[in-house]
């Protein structure tokens, strides 16, 4: 309720002496109060208020990752562990466990790494989120073996694909190491070496390496030449193969009643 001030005056002459009533009424003055603190101070909390709210949202968006961050669903995603920078190393002719004439050693390192497809178990839940769609065109389990679908991580079918090309290169076409040897020298080199060879170039693609490779005099040669032992951030594929052989769903994979084929290969 608004509070009133009076201020006291004193009687002009010449006015005749009315009743208390009338008098005070007569003499009354009403004083606004002086504003409140609050008040005063309003103007200044709601600009303060507002630049909160701006540097909040503007944390945020700095702190939220880009289209180029965000990394794209597998549940393999939980194997992915980074061992470092490791430098490559790219020098002619440097011996390597995966290198060489094809032996008994060499082919061994390669399967372990390369061989089948080593097929893990996909949830429904996991193939949502993971960007695809259920399709009766798909391959899974039946449900009193677990249920899900048939699924394969990339790096294996890309080593996989490397190993081809190595072993065609050295001659070499091994029926017991690889069903694409058993079709004909056309069929297989037309059709599963282009294939092979298109994935790994789409792959390096769109992985756009810009590690930046160095040039050096050699003696003898008469134009530089590159320094391919670059470093790299790599990731531990031995505790992605592991992750694989734990998630093997250790079940054959079965034409399921509603099953259909597609008029193509995807």
Not at 25 to 54: A, E, N, Q, Y
Not at 188 to 196: A, G
Request: charged content about 25%; overall charge negative; some cysteine.
């Amino acid at each position: 309720m608004q509070k009133e001030y009076f201020a006291s005056y004193s009687l002009v002459d010449g006015v005749e002496d009315r009743d208390d009533t009338n008098l005070l009424d007569s003499s009354t003055v009403t004083i606004p109060p002086p504003k409140s603190r609050l008040l005063r101070w309003s103007p200044w909390l709601s600009h303060g208020v507002l630049m909160f709210i701006t540097m909040v949202f503007f944390v945020l968006w700095v702190r939220a990752p880009s289209i180029d961050d965000v990394v794209l669903y597998s549940p393999a995603n939980e194997a992915i562990e980074y061992v470092g920078i490791i430098r490559f190393n790219g020098t002619l002719g440097t011996p390597s466990i995966y290198r060489g004439p094809p032996s008994p050693e060499i082919n061994a390192a390669w399967d372990r790494v390369a061989l089948n497809v080593r097929p893990v178990r996909m949830t429904l839940e996991q193939l949502l989120r993971a960007g695809e769609k259920p399709s009766p065109s798909m391959a899974g389990y039946p449900e009193e073996h677990g249920g899900g679908y048939m699924a394969s991580v990339e790096v294996i079918h890309q080593l996989h694909c490397i190993d081809m090309i190595r072993r065609v290169t050295w001659g070499e076409q091994d029926p017991s190491t690889s069903h694409e040897f058993k079709d004909s020298p056309e069929v297989f080199r037309r059709i599963h070496l282009d294939h092979c060879i298109e994935m790994l170039r789409q792959n390096l693609m769109c992985r756009g390496d810009v590690t930046m490779l160095t040039y050096d005099w050699v003696k003898g040669v008469d134009g530089p030449l590159p320094n391919f032992n670059t470093p790299h951030r790599c990731r531990n594929l031995e505790k992605i193969l592991d992750w694989v052989d734990e998630h093997n769903p250790n079940t054959r994979v079965v034409r399921l009643e509603g099953n259909v084929d597609l008029t193509s290969p995807p």
